[in-house]
């Protein structure tokens, strides 16, 4: 099984920490393939960054169709290009806030999230909203601290994480905390034992769905809005993603 797992970004290093943390939660047999687009943001820290990052996103998306991937998951936390990316490919494809707020519900009624910085917190209520988890999570909480802060090597941002995720464990009558940002991947663990509540972070959730799905032999349905792609000419620079149909 070959699972591309897509980091919206174009910061190497967050891309092979990402990689590594699917990688070890893996199942034996399961090949990860970590990516990153070559053009867009640094970091994903506005509504302008995700509709730049989605087209990356998609560009990855059709790179693994021609390596025959297995399924795809799009490791930023906003899900950015989402939608767009289903309909490339019959592969699951799965944005890991979808996928760690599903976890979530199995194993608590309320949830909080805790992600990087505040203006970031209402993509996430958006995609609550979307996704049909608002009345499950009590809260969006954020740390303030810039996503690449979280590749520094000392524990600041760490830290911060940490109090936030206290916070929310003693003011929000909660059962387990989301992690807001695919950058917190190597988190989880340290996390779960500082705070004492189950911590469920969105690329490692999305890995064991995607795991699941390939092994169901579920995917994405070709039927109805996620079809492919009607053929159609770009013009520009978009002109290479100019399809004849299928």
């Excluded at 998609?58 to 767009?84: H, K, N, S, T, W």
């Excluded at 760490?158 to 807001?180: F, M, T, W, Y």
């Amino acid at each position: 099984m070959q699972i591309r797992v897509i980091n919206p970004n174009t910061t190497a290093s967050m891309t092979e920490k990402i990689g590594e943390a699917a990688q070890h939660i893996a199942a034996p047999g399961t090949r990860v393939v970590a990516t990153n687009p070559r053009s867009g943001p640094v970091s994903i820290e506005s509504h302008f960054d995700e509709a730049i990052s989605a087209v990356g996103v998609l560009e990855e998306v059709r790179a693994g169709e021609l390596e025959q991937a297995d399924a795809y998951i799009i490791a930023c936390f906003g899900d950015p290009g989402l939608l767009a990316a289903r309909e490339l490919t019959r592969a699951p494809v799965i944005g890991i806030a979808e996928a760690a707020f599903h976890m979530a519900t199995l194993i608590s009624t309320r949830f909080s999230i805790v992600t990087t910085l505040g203006r970031t917190g209402i993509i996430a209520e958006h995609l609550l909203q979307s996704y049909g988890f608002a009345h499950h999570c009590r809260r969006v909480r954020a740390a303030e601290i810039p996503v690449l802060d979280l590749e520094d090597s000392g524990n600041a941002a760490l830290d911060r994480i940490i109090e936030e995720c206290l916070r929310a464990k003693a003011e929000d009558n909660i059962g387990a905390i989301v992690l807001g940002c695919g950058g917190m991947a190597d988190l989880r663990q340290q996390i779960s034992q500082e705070v004492g509540l189950p911590v469920v972070e969105g690329v490692t959730a999305a890995m064991k769905l995607a795991e699941s799905l390939v092994s169901l032999g579920l995917g994405t349905s070709k039927h109805g809005d996620l079809a492919f792609p009607r053929p159609k000419v770009f013009s520009g620079q978009f002109e290479h993603l100019s399809n004849r149909g299928r």
